[in-house]
């Protein structure tokens, strides 16, 4: 069975940091692009960061370009997503998923699987 489990959320004062960490189970990732998206409370779902399945080529959103940093370790089958300076904006759910294929995309409906999520929460 997959399994993707994020961790590393939690509660963090504006212009602070976090890092999350998505870990796979059950098969490798090595050959897989993997993603970050995040869900505000009310809002629908959107695209944070990708990573394809080197590790040479990233994309991400507008909204945190220069903030967030996706990387990933094959030899972990890991994801990170380093978020540095956060905004309350930067509030939500994040979400860790994975493709079938091995380059980035930033449309969620390309993902195969997702993890249950963990909570980033900005003060201000």
């Known amino acids: 069975q997959v399994q993707l489990v994020e961790s590393g959320g939690g509660l963090v004062q504006a212009g602070g940091s976090l890092r999350l960490s998505c870990a796979a189970s059950g098969r490798t990732f090595r050959s897989n692009a993997m993603g970050w998206f995040r869900q505000a409370p009310g809002k629908e779902r959107e695209f944070v960061a990708a990573?394809?399945?080197?590790?040479?080529?990233?994309v991400e959103a507008d909204s945190v370009k220069g903030r967030f940093t996706i990387s990933r370790d094959n030899a972990k089958n890991t994801v990170y997503l380093q978020m540095n300076s956060l905004k309350p904006e930067d509030t939500a759910i994040y979400y860790c998923?994975?493709?079938?294929?091995?380059?980035?995309?930033?449309?969620?409906?390309?993902?195969?699987?997702w993890g249950q999520g963990t909570q980033v929460t900005v003060s201000s």
């Open positions: 998923a994975a493709r079938l294929a091995a380059t980035a995309a930033i449309e969620g409906g390309l993902y195969a699987y």
């Open positions: 990573i394809n399945w080197s590790g040479g080529s990233t």
